[in-house]
């Protein structure tokens, strides 16, 4: 919630245009009212009064900042960069002006203004990180993963925790390429990042890869439910390879990993494994069993309904309320602690384009959430305790559409329809593209055309369930 003179911008901005009338060349009203047009999304008229201000000499009051954040905001690359470089210090300039227009999602303009930046000072470690960034987000691959192992070798690299950001960004550039040999390894990196995952220490020497046979196995999980539910996938694969494979799980997976073909044993409580057991976290196991592309295992379903779901006969009693031919689940949001959240996750009145789809019942699985659509929705929701309750309901749903969250990886680990809308910088495991994936079988892949689109993702969505569809094209 805005405070101050933002609380009630009409008020503001006619007190400001009045004392600015009475007092031109004052700074202090100039740089308040361009503040207050570039909150509102007035470019031009912010833009305006900059540049007045500029021709006619007034250069306090923050006036050429926010003239840049205004340029930088606007994409306007050539203004922006004639600014910086007129400036006293246009280095430190082009670095806020640049890390402002990345955040915009004006990533060239962002871009030209970090080589102005890096010019002046070429040992800003987090300048090049910052560009890196950029470089992923405009999806110039080769060039952010030359730049991540670039930055990786630098000395600049030796603050905090920088050395690790670059190598793990030269992993995902390579992943969203396909090149999983090449930049599994580099997503090692994840563990010496801050804030980056921290399995619980166990006194079990870690498995290194190679022939599992006989080895007896336990599988840790290392971040976010979808993650343990995609990777469980291994454990039928070390099976198979003579592996005795057990599972660490998170709170409320333990029903559905039960059922995960080939598991020796979920790994809690006073379970004792054999001398010589071996650890891996389940997010280097692609590495570890020396996936490609072209090999990754996607035998769907390899979870399913465990026997014992707390809610079965609530969420049959809500879905037999409806007699729509079409039950789709909804979540529109995923973990609000994970760092991409607010570019993966969508404003949840969007849903809203899908009212009107004849034939359809809308159902909301998303849970902790603190604001819903106004679409009509049956509340399973409610009735999801544990992953248990999720995949049944799953199973009695024809479709789930949904950000990139746990209840698509649970559905797709389970063999279910799902539409997957995709922010336009997705997860290394999601490519760039394509859409379908080769981690799941079962779900569709729809990609915001543009940073930031999530309309025309829906409404592409609610074309093609007008004209009675559910699956591919």
């Not at 007092?23 to 305006?48: C, H, I, K, S, W």
């Not at 093609?464 to 094209?473: I, K, N």
Request: hydrophobic residues 45%.
């Amino acid at each position: 919630m805005e405070t101050g003179p933002y609380a009630n911008p009409a008020q503001a901005a006619l007190a400001l245009r009045r004392a600015l009338a009475g007092d031109p060349a004052n700074p202090t009203f100039r740089t308040g009212l361009m503040e207050l047009y570039r909150r509102q999304g007035r470019f031009d008229e912010a833009r305006v009064l900059g540049e007045e201000g500029l021709a006619a000499g007034i250069t306090g009051g923050d006036l050429r900042r926010i003239l840049g954040l205004v340029y930088a905001e606007m994409g306007a690359t050539e203004p922006l960069l004639a600014l910086v470089r007129s400036g006293p210090d246009a280095g430190t300039a082009a670095l806020e002006a640049g890390t402002h227009a990345i955040s915009e999602s004006q990533w060239d303009t962002g871009l030209a203004l970090l080589d102005v930046s890096l010019a002046a000072d070429p040992g800003n470690g987090a300048g090049w990180l910052t560009a890196t960034k950029a470089l992923l987000h405009s999806h110039r691959l080769e060039e952010a993963a030359d730049l991540a192992g670039w930055l990786h070798g630098q000395p600049c690299a030796d603050a905090g925790d920088l050395r690790a950001q670059a190598g793990f960004l030269k992993g995902v550039a390579l992943m969203l390429q396909g090149r999983l040999p090449e930049g599994l390894p580099w997503l090692e990196n994840r563990f010496a990042m801050d804030g980056g995952p921290r399995p619980e220490a166990l006194p079990l020497a870690p498995w290194e890869g190679g022939d599992p046979a006989g080895k007896t196995l336990l599988l840790q999980a290392e971040q976010g439910y979808g993650d343990l539910f995609m990777m469980a996938r291994y454990v039928g694969v070390l099976a198979r390879q003579g592996a005795r494979v057990y599972l660490r799980p998170q709170p409320t997976t333990q029903g559905v990993l039960a059922t995960c073909e080939g598991l020796a044993g979920l790994a809690e409580g006073t379970l004792t494994l054999p001398a010589g057991a071996l650890q891996a976290n389940v997010m280097s196991l692609p590495r570890l069993c020396g996936t490609r592309l072209e090999t990754i295992p996607a035998p769907v379903p390899y979870l399913h309904v465990p026997g014992h779901v707390p809610s079965r006969e609530a969420i049959d009693a809500c879905l037999a309320a409806v007699g729509a031919d079409r039950k789709v689940g909804l979540v529109w949001a995923g973990n609000p602690t994970h760092n991409q959240d607010r570019e993966r996750s969508m404003p949840p009145e969007l849903l809203d384009l899908l009212e009107g789809v004849p034939g359809v019942a809308w159902c909301d699985l998303q849970i902790r959430a603190d604001a819903r659509p106004s679409l009509p929705m049956l509340d399973l929701q409610r009735h999801l305790t544990d992953f248990a309750d999720t995949a049944y309901a799953l199973s009695r749903l024809d479709l789930l559409i949904s950000v990139d969250s746990s209840p698509v990886h649970l559905a797709g680990a389970l063999g279910r329809p799902v539409w997957m809308a995709l922010a336009w910088l997705p997860d290394w495991r999601w490519l760039l593209a394509r859409t379908d994936t080769p981690w799941y079988p079962t779900v569709e892949l729809w990609r915001q055309p543009a940073p930031g689109d999530w309309v025309t993702v829906i409404e592409g969505m609610r074309a093609r369930l007008g004209e009675g569809g559910l699956t591919g094209a």
